[in-house]
């Protein structure tokens, strides 16, 4: 069967959203107690019906190298993926980037107020801990703390809070491409650096393959970052459900204003290189994140 | 050897505060990445240096019944007051609480800014998780992740966050004395009683086990709420190393707003009562949890 990245991406987000939906009622998340359903429509508001999934999608494609059936990655996904809408919500607030507009949408502080917000965002993070500790997760205890480790790892004070900690000190100073370079790998790469270890781990990749796997997220994530800031330029606002422009008008520091858009698209081709070859090891098992990697330099939104 | 509760407090609030010196600096915390040192310094502020670790006392007390040492019990404590950490720091941010001052020292927003404030409190919490998930927790991984999933459950929207977003909704009605005992059953009872059974749990504690401390966790934490509340009534600021008189001045909505202070009492009394009485089947063992439902009950700050 050839590989389809369209039907990949449009089953992961199609799973994702389901099992979102599914998980984020106040049924689903009663502990101790019953969450009120102000936290509980925050929490939906901030995850739902938008994203395109693209941590679950790479965790799903680097359990594929390893033979591990997509269903059986949905559970991982959604952590990771949880992860994400969290920092979303918390880097949208006044205090922090102050974003009033997500995928077309009012953000969350809009929508609801800053503190229920915040509120969202913890509980979203810490879902997605208690999600990836639970059996469906993966049958082997001793993998599902590998997962808690890696997610933890990438998105914590070494992975992505730190990087977002990097960026906002970085509006005062000016920053080297190089100091550019390192907060992007963490601010955006380390998640999809986890998401793409977490796969891995799920289908107990060796030391060697994960290796292997990281220097293809990283270069991935960079190309990631650097499409990103490329499209702040050059995309519409229609295109891209949210406010462009924005790092120029605020003076925002990034590899693009560094070399600009020309030499950016470069870099962005050197780094899609590096990705592909980083998968050299795994022959057509890995098609889906060679094809996640040129999707990550191609996209318009 | 007969206990000491004062021994036991002093030895926990040492080893954590040991503990959590080591694990605060850039190198420890360091990922795919390094944290900024204004991170670092705010989770250290917001971490260090306070507090009587409660909850890291109860962990270990509940692992003493089932024999665990004291010293195989801090990486877990550890977990369970960086979580509490954090929801202090986010607790107090101006879209919440809005407190300036915490135990005599200015809040994590006040000593740096909101922004550092909403990312240390991130990172605290994630890395509560990526502790629990390291070997130093505990040996066996299927135990390390019934860890993950207890503290998952006590801090989410079904436990703690579910609680204060109870809480932040119950200022604009009137809640009954039920409702209100409901919200602190989530809001402080909820990590109180993960506390309780992480030790349990590390003790390898049978189903049964589990039934009795979760009962002395629950009666242990309403205590725990109530004499809180009626120490806001009748301490000094002095004696509590912060604002006092706050719930009546704020017109917030408490046990002790509801029945007054000296029926308050006589229900702070009965609630050790019944921690006591969950405790029956254990013996000698589970002397530390009776003398910490006791303090509970006397404390004055």
Redo the contacts between chains.
């Keep these: 069967m050839t590989y389809s990245f369209p039907n990949d991406l449009a089953t992961t987000a199609r799973d994702i959203e389901r099992a979102l939906a599914a998980l984020l009622t106040a049924d689903a ?8 359903d ?3 429509a925050a ?1 939906r508001h901030g995850s739902l019906n938008g994203g395109k999934r693209l941590r679950p999608l790479l965790v799903r494609q680097a359990a594929a190298v390893f033979g591990v059936a997509p269903e059986a990655t949905v559970p991982t996904g959604l952590a990771v993926e949880l992860v994400h809408a ?1 920092s979303l919500i ?1 880097d949208d ?1 006044p ?2 980037d102050d974003d009033d507009l997500r995928r077309g949408r009012p953000t969350v502080h809009k929508a609801y ?4 917000a ?2 969202a ?3 979203l ?3 997605a ?6 059996e469906t997760t993966h049958p082997d ?2 993998v ?3 997962l ?2 890696e ?9 992505m ?6 960026d ?2 970085g509006e005062t100073r000016f920053l080297t491409e190089r100091a550019i370079a ?1 907060m992007h ?2 601010k955006t ?2 998640l999809i ?1 986890a998401a793409v270890r977490m796969g891995a781990r799920l289908g107990g990749a060796s030391d060697a393959d994960l290796t292997h796997l990281t220097a293809y997220a990283e270069a991935a994530g960079r190309a990631f970052q650097l499409a990103d800031d490329i499209l702040d330029v050059t995309a519409t606002p229609e295109a891209m459900g949210k406010q462009t422009g924005k790092d120029a008008g605020q003076g925002k520091q990034t590899i693009v204003s560094r070399i600009g858009v020309e030499a950016a698209r470069r870099q962005l081709g050197e780094m899609i290189h590096d990705a592909l070859s980083a998968l050299l090891p795994f022959g057509d098992a890995a098609d889906g994140l060679r094809a996640t990697a040129r999707f990550f330099a191609e996209r318009d939104n």
Tied chains: 1, 2.
């Design positions: 998340l009663a502990g101790p107690g019953r969450p009120a102000r936290l509980t929490m969290y918390h607030l205090a922090m107020d800053d503190a229920t915040i509120l965002g913890d509980a993070l810490t879902l801990f208690g999600l990836l500790a639970g205890a001793a599902r703390v590998r808690v480790a997610l933890a790892a990438g998105a914590g004070a070494g992975g809070v730190g990087g977002q900690m990097h906002i000190e390192d790998a963490m790469g380390a650096r």
